[in-house]
T-cell receptor, first 110, second 114 residues
Framework: SQQGEEDPQALSIQEGENATMNCSYK?????LQWYRQNSGRGLVHLIL?????REKHSGRLRVTLDTSKKSSSLLITASRAADTASYFC??????????FGSGTRLLVRP | GAGVSQSPSNKVTEKGKDVELRCDPI?????LYWYRQSLGQGLEFLIY????????KSGLPSDRFSAERTGGSVSTLTIQRTQQEDSAVYLC????????????FGPGTRLTVL
């Protein structure tokens, strides 16, 4: 079964609005990562947050991690049409595997 | 520098045929991963190579699937006697030294089995 589950499965917003996606997981992790995928092809790494961190920023991205609730959120501020993509969370443990969730499909309407 | 490359970008084959998918990782990356992504789904781990260690093949769905990595660089994923349920995008990723660190993905190969 998948480790990470994203919520919502799909999100449609107007350009300029903020988009928030959530990820829940089941077991202990070393880190949690967010990836972006355009048009069902290669994934692009966005941000990595380690288990001892609570919040991280990168440009218009803000990621939070709550290990007590086993959940993370990705906030994209001031969204643009170019942000339209699928977003995946992936959890890393002490091994080499990343376990990916099923993704959130974000549509930003111009 | 060059990223991860995969070939072919698209492959259409008939049921029962064998296919080979190729991945060129980022130079110097010791870890290489193969994933499968069915339409609208997340990524399914297939196999992991790290340096000269024995690969982790635990994600391969059947014995029709095999992979090798020659010289610690290029990898080939082979699917024998393809079935329609093998249709998916096959993604390759590499990372500097394995662990659960950042992975860099190729553009994928879209396989369609008719």
């Amino acid at each position: 079964s998948q480790q990470g589950e994203e919520d919502p499965q799909a999100l449609s917003i107007q350009e300029g609005e903020n988009a928030t996606m959530n990820c829940s997981y089941k077991t202990s992790i070393n880190n949690l990562q967010w990836y972006r995928q355009n048009s069902g092809r290669g994934l692009v790494h966005l941000i990595l947050i380690r288990s001892n961190e609570r919040e991280k920023h990168s440009g218009r991205l803000r990621v939070t991690l709550d290990t007590s609730k086993k959940s993370s959120s990705l906030l994209i501020t001031a969204s643009r049409a170019a942000d339209t993509a699928s977003y995946f969370c992936a959890t890393g443990d002490s091994s080499y595997k990343l376990i990916f969730g099923s993704g959130t499909r974000l549509l930003v309407r111009p | 520098g060059a990223g991860v490359s995969q070939s072919p970008s698209n492959k259409v084959t008939e049921k029962g045929k064998d296919v080979e998918l190729r991945c060129d990782p980022i130079s110097g990356h010791t870890a290489l991963y193969w994933y499968r992504q069915s339409l609208g789904q997340g990524l399914e781990f297939l196999i992991y190579f790290q340096g000269n260690s024995a690969p982790d093949k635990s994600g391969l769905p059947s014995d029709r699937f095999s992979a090798e990595r020659t010289g610690g660089s290029v990898s080939t994923l082979t699917i024998q006697r393809t079935q329609q349920e093998d249709s998916a995008v096959y993604l390759c990723a590499s990372s500097l030294d394995g662990g659960s660190d950042t992975q860099y993905f190729g553009p994928g190969t879209r396989l369609t089995v008719l």
